[in-house]
């Protein structure tokens, strides 16, 4: 996993992100809240601990995931349907959701994390690469880019798996919105210098390009995407980045100019 702080001194736009990036910690804070307040954060007690937490977190799941079946079909899954997905544990029966709204579970799905790892993996990067992200853009358009990218890369992935077993499973996660902040970052600043630590040299810090850095992590993601990585939506991941590339180059301010150097700071 690869780890920066975002362009500060030293970049054209230095000025702006020394301001607050009110959105990117706002949707940090929200989505730390929401896990501690489900099952998966594990500090409940409303949700037991075992196997009740384990079976509360998947209905936790997917009453505010996104299923790729109940996006293309407009409507929650059928008590038949929810039968044929293997429980969490032994006896964890899904009931039926029918006051879900498919279209809406795509933005819970955007704060709904299956655990700690989950949750600062995917903020990690939110962290350090989304205040240059919104101070570039703006506040209004890096809210509305982060929900429209969520929604776009949620929406491919249910096309690409309808007809899957993953077409029935929860999508959770903030990860499509935060790849395309990525990508959204390698569009504006693909000069930026990257320093990285190094765990099989003793963490040694090196410098790189952002293109090398996130060019690289996109590499990832796509081999993931074509080796079937299991458990994780890499598609999303996919989509997300280059939607996140594209919507830099359309919503960056009028005289902005795109790949202007910047620095950035350490990794890991």
């Known amino acids: 996993m690869v780890l920066t702080t975002p362009a500060r001194a030293g970049s054209p736009t230095a000025g702006r992100t020394a301001r607050t990036p ?21 500090l409940n007690p409303a949700y ?5 937490r384990a079976c509360a977190e998947q209905r936790y799941e997917h009453r505010w995931g996104a299923v790729p079946a109940e996006l293309l079909g407009g409507r929650p899954l059928t008590a038949d349907r929810l039968s044929s997905l293997t429980p969490a544990t032994p006896g964890c029966a899904l009931p039926p959701t029918p006051s879900k709204i498919p279209e809406l579970s795509v933005l819970t799905s955007l704060f709904v994390h299956a ?36 929604y776009l890369a949620t929406y491919g992935y ?45 963490f040694l810090p090196l410098r790189f390009p952002a293109w090398l850095v996130l060019g ?10 074509s080796s079937g990585g299991g458990g994780v939506a890499y598609l999303v991941h996919v989509i997300g980045f280059v939607t996140g590339w594209l919507f830099a180059w359309a919503a960056r301010p009028a005289g902005d100019t795109l790949g202007a150097p910047s620095r950035t700071g350490v990794a890991q």
């Open 158 to 202: 249910a096309v690409a798996e309808a007809h899957t077993a993953d077409g029935l499973r929860a999508l959770v996660g903030a990860s499509g919105a935060i790849a395309g902040v990525l990508g959204a970052y390698l569009r504006l600043w693909p000069r930026a210098r990257v320093t990285v630590l190094v765990p099989v040299l003793l």
């Open 22 to 42: 009110v959105v990117c910690y706002l949707l940090i804070a929200l989505s730390a809240l929401v896990l501690l307040a489900g099952p998966a954060g594990g």
């Open 115 to 150: 655990g700690w790892l989950h949750l600062v993996g995917n903020l990690l990067f939110l962290f350090v690469f989304g205040p240059a992200v919104e101070a570039r853009l703006g506040r209004i358009r890096f809210l509305t880019g982060y929900l429209a990218i969520g």
């Open 48 to 52: 037991g601990s075992g196997p009740a």
């Open 216 to 225: 690289l992590w996109f590499a990832l993601q796509w081999w993931s995407v």
